[in-house]
């Protein structure tokens, strides 16, 4: 009764930026459960070496090259998918950036623009577009990335813009939420803590930083991708079906103190 809750089979779902790290880790999930994956990734070569991993784990997956910041790239990669499928049944909006470690005094109109244009713009447009399509079925199931940026202010690094950008992620959630529980469609976001990736491993003074972060959260640990996919795999699936307008922390207990 439970564990039937979690079968994806014949379920299309699209992850944007799941060409690697947690993006990855959701399409995989997701492809472990019997969904029909596409990987939505402004990198065709990123995308194609998700895709080329998931095979190596014995997944299917499709590809498409999208840019989150382009709403009529979007609606173009929707409808095609619709027309493909029939439908899309599930939407990860993993896509998002960090520019993080700049004070907000120093930051430029540009490197403002850029991350609120990716982590927010992005995730509305995904969701304007897809969660259309799911309501005119009257069924569907959104995943938005969020952060525990979007419930604290994070130490020692300066990085006000992407605080903002996911703390507006999670109302976006929520006022979503409220608007399409009543045509079928569920909107639920993750807010994780620091999560221990390849692209993390490129900010700069990054093993200093992480002494702070682990001293800071309870558990003494990073989180891993697939620990996060674990949740977006809940919360996409029918298991998660009572959830709604749901902001997941799963943090390690970074919040608690």
């Known amino acids: 009764m439970y ?9 299309v779902a699209v992850v944007t930026g799941g060409g690697r790290g947690i993006g990855l880790a959701c399409a995989h999930a997701l492809a472990e459960a019997g969904a029909v994956v596409v990987i939505a990734d402004v990198d065709p070569l990123v995308a194609a070496s998700g895709q080329a991993t998931l095979r190596e784990a014995g997944h299917e997956a499709r590809v498409v090259a999208m840019d989150v910041t382009q709403p009529d790239q979007v609606k173009e990669v929707a409808d095609s ?18 520019r993080s470690e700049v ?31 799911m309501i005119k079925r009257g ?17 020692p690094q300066a990085q006000s813009y992407y605080n903002a950008s996911k703390a507006a992620v ?29 692209l993390l491993k490129t900010l700069e003074g990054v093993e200093v930083l992480k ?15 697939e ?29 608690c103190w």
């Open 211 to 225: 002494k702070d972060w682990i001293r800071d959260t309870p558990m003494g640990r990073l989180g891993q991708p």
């Open 227 to 255: 620990e996060i996919a674990s949740v977006v795999l809940f919360l996409a699936s029918d298991a998660a079906s009572l959830l709604t307008g749901s902001i997941v922390l799963a943090d390690g207990g970074f919040t």
């Open 103 to 133: 004070a907000a005094e120093e930051v430029a109109d540009e490197h403002w623009r850029n991350v609120i244009d990716v982590n927010l713009n992005g995730v509305f447009w995904c969701c304007r577009t897809f969660g259309g399509g």
């Open 170 to 198: 999670h109302h976006l959630t929520r006022s979503l939420a409220a608007e399409w529980a009543g045509s079928g469609v569920r909107v639920n976001a993750v807010a994780p803590t620091y999560i221990d990736t390849e």
């Open 139 to 155: 069924k569907g199931a959104i995943v938005n990335l969020g952060s525990i940026s979007g419930y604290i202010v994070n130490r």
């Open 81 to 98: 998918l619709i027309a493909q499928f029939g439908g899309v049944d599930i939407l990860v909006n993993n896509a998002g950036i960090v």
């Open 3 to 11: 564990l039937e809750k979690y079968d994806l089979a014949g379920r």
